[in-house]
């Protein structure tokens, strides 16, 4: 098997999750060969193959129109069967782009390999689904996290040069820093989270009661900050905070992929969610299947009287 | 200004599911419908762009007769009219074949804006936007949080990792597919529910826009298995409060 792994770039910066694409293609004992727009005076990613290298200065860290040609280009000589990337800001942007001009299967989101064949989540990983694509060359982007080398990477690559048309439709002028300031919950020993299934934002009071009846702090899920009931400094997740108290509370998260890469490292999970099946149980040592509403005060209540 | 907005019929994520007997999607009765939730977002952000510009808005969405439930609430929000693909074998279509739909059905219709959700709840694969972007040779961009219109121009902030953003900025004609948090949907008023109705709501068969060939099978559909070791209590919440308070004491030393 042949793979072209596609490494990023950003904020001037190798990204390490390379790393992640190559323990994928260690699964399939592939042959594989690399591209990256990226800066060659400056860190390269650490195997032994052909990197494709485009100048960061001419082509951009985000400049799909241009990276997908060079690719286009790349793939041309190589004649990969597999083009990989990370399921990323970058990767789902960028996959789509080169599947269509290739005609190639796509899919997204890869978490494990089951003989050989691909397995993505469905409904919010409440299923497994696994999928092979029809034609000669397939496109994975891989789930952040979910392939790591055993050992650190090494070696040294063979750079490539490549160059071609850099104009590219959609610019990009510039970025801005997440937004911080405040409490900071990644020094919190525990963390009581409110998700959806606290219903309206009232109901704030009972996890961040809850919160101080164990001496933490409060934080939520995404759609509690993006409805503005909950600050984003406090939000957990793939897109705020990665943290790892000694225990973390999750209330009415149903446990999506993104909010777990926030918070699976935590000591010890309790998740308290009404659907028994919620895929937060993945990573929970303690499940009670209760109303969040009822359970909370209770529970405050007991805690402040030990 | 011509808008289009595209929309999928998704199953409530907290329902119950049931692998179908085909063994490669869920069991499709039984289960509450909505509109994905990312596609809220879509047709808030066109809703916006119409009442900014007074530019005309069309929601497209391809499945089952049963999506017109969802269309009539786009309508409610501010659509101007629905385009309805009907397909009974949507859920078995892969990305490139749905975005094949969409470009066939906007090639020619000259789309000034076109929204989608970044992803489907359901199928998650975050590819049909893009792909009909490149099918119909529009400069796309996606996970946006932050929309502004200028004239011909579009500034957007893409969300990345870790909360950062970028600031994108696009020509006309272009598609954006659109990110939780982007704006806050609105709620479809009662009088706008009844105005809905008298809203067209054209159908179009997918047959008749001739779909791509599947580039992506479905091998089988299973369920994950549980990690395991984790403790369920149930039952009357006193009680639930007093074992987890025991386990607390047992297994963390956060209650020492
Ligand atoms: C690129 C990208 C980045 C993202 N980044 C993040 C991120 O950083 N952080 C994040 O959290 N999400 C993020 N998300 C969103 C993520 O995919 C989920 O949509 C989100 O985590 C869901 O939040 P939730 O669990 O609170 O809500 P839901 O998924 O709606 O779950 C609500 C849960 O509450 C339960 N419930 C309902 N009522 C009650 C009750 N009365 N008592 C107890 N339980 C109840 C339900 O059973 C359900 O399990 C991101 C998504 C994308 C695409
Ligand atoms: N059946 C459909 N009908 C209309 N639009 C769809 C359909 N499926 C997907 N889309 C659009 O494409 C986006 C991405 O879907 P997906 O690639 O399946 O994750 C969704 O948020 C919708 O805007």
Redo the contacts with the bound molecule.
Sequence with gaps: MKMLLVAEYRQKKLLESYTELLAFAGQFGAECAMFLVGDGAAELPKFAGRLYLADVATYGEYNPDAHKRLLLDVVAQEQPEMIVFSHS?YGWDLAPRLAASLKAAQVSEVVAVDAGRLVVPAC?AKLRRTVAGNGAVTIATLQAGAFSLADAAAGSPEVIAVKGEGQGRVALLGYEAAEHGGVDLTKSEVIVSA???V?KPENITLVAGLAKALGGEYGA????VDAQWVEHNR??????LTVSPKLYVA?????????LA?MKKSEFVVA????RD?P?GDVADVFAV????QLLPVLTEKLQAL | MKLLVCIKQVPD??SKFKIDTDGVWYDRGDLAWRMN?YDEYAVEQAVQVKEATGADLTVLCIGPDQVKETMKKALAMGCDRGVHIADDQSHRRDPFQIASLIAAFARDKGFDLIFTG??SQDRGSGQVGVMAAELLGLPAVT?IVGFALAGNTITVKR?LEGGVKATVEATLPALVTC??GLNTPRYPTLPNIMKAKKKELLTVAAADLSPADALLNTVKLTFPEKKGGGVFLEGDVGEVADRLIRILKEKTSVLA
């Design positions: 800001s919010n998700g959806r299934g219903g899920s995404r759609p509690v939000q957990v997740g793939t897109t705020g209330c009415g998260i149903s446990g999506a992929v993104q909010h926030g308290i969610n009404t659907d919620a937060i209760a109303d969040l509403k | 994520m907290e939730e970044m992803q996970t969300e990110q939780l």
